[in-house]
């Protein structure tokens, strides 16, 4: 019974091994959305702060960069400053939107996280219940998606924002946008 036992315990072991070294190596960023091209879902909810509902609705007709997020997120924090440059930056432009969703989390937990980063003026939804995390398939935070002036999602950033990503990843599809909806373009 001894022997059955260790046979039982090292094969267990092994499988162990096996199913973790099939897991490693994959990259949780090339887990391909299902909403890519795809109208923008429905993002409807109360206001971190204050009583007021966001709608992304109220945005149509603009590029609209749509943040997870929440107080609770490591990530979170390394990818703060670059929401925060970002917000100055579209203060300029009145073609571009960002909506942050603050989801899983405590409103408590989610203003102290923006007393302690800095508050960006874009509009937050406050989703504890993952109501709209759920409906935009986020696994895990931050992730971002970028929805074009039609509604329809062009981009999905896995992770944080990386440094300038407005310039460097936002203006070219924009740009590229803008050169297809010229008289002419085919």
Not at 1 to 19: A, D, P
């Amino acid at each position: 019974m001894g022997k059955l036992w260790k046979f039982i315990l090292l094969g267990s072991i092994v499988l162990i091994l096996v199913l973790m070294g099939l897991g490693l190596g994959r990259d949780t960023k090339k887990i391909p959305t299902a909403l890519l091209e795809k109208p923008a879902p429905i993002l409807r909810g109360p206001a971190l702060a204050g009583t007021d509902t966001i709608d992304i609705a109220d945005y149509k007709g603009k590029w609209i960069l749509v943040n997870f997020w929440g107080s609770w997120c490591g990530a979170c924090v390394g990818e703060h400053p670059e929401l925060m440059r970002l917000d100055r930056l579209i203060k300029e432009r009145d073609d571009f939107a960002v909506i942050g969703v603050d989801y899983k989390d405590t409103r408590r937990g989610a203003m102290a996280f923006l007393r302690r980063h800095g508050t960006p003026s874009y509009p937050m939804v406050f989703d504890p219940d993952q109501k709209v995390a759920i409906e935009w398939g986020i696994v895990r935070a931050p992730e971002s998606y970028l929805v074009n002036p039609d509604g329809m999602i062009i981009k999905k950033e896995y992770g944080p924002l990386v440094r300038n990503w407005f310039n460097t990843v936002a203006l070219p599809l924009i740009e590229a946008y803008n050169a297809k909806k010229k008289p002419g373009a085919s």
